[in-house]
């Protein structure tokens, strides 16, 4: 995979998983930019992802990407803050609560203690740059020493 080329990633099994969220981990978005779709059972979410795949300088760069969670049967929320749209969040990662298989439970943990929880029927999540990258402001920094 070329670290030029825009990321296009699917998930169909929890196996699947810690690829997208690596490429996740720090990702920025607003929960304006939360939709879900409870005819369609789908949850979309457009984010600034950091790409982690081509940070070759200090700085980084970040991309505007879409994550889609299809087969959603339920969505719940915990220390998000319902109807502020404004409102900023940090991806730290997807995870995987296995039920009755091939189902579960989506989890993408935020900072700050914020959880989004998606009842699924089964594994099928969709990752996708959709714009151009721009350098970021910042590298996101975990207190590892960078080189």
Known sequence: ?????PLRLIAES???LPVISAALQDAAGQLGDF???PRARRFTIALN????EAAKDRRGERVRAALQVSSVLEASSQRLKQGESDAVVS???LT???GEAPGGVLLLTFSGGGALRLSVECVDVTLADVS???AAVRRPDHG????
């Open 49 to 52: 992802r950091f790409r982690w």
């Open 35 to 37: 939709v879900y779709e």
């Open 96 to 98: 995987f609560e296995p």
């Open 1 to 5: 995979m070329s670290a030029d080329r």
């Open 91 to 93: 991806l730290l990662a």
């Open 132 to 134: 151009a990258p721009w």
């Open 144 to 147: 590892e020493a960078h080189p």
């Open 14 to 16: 929890e196996d699947d």
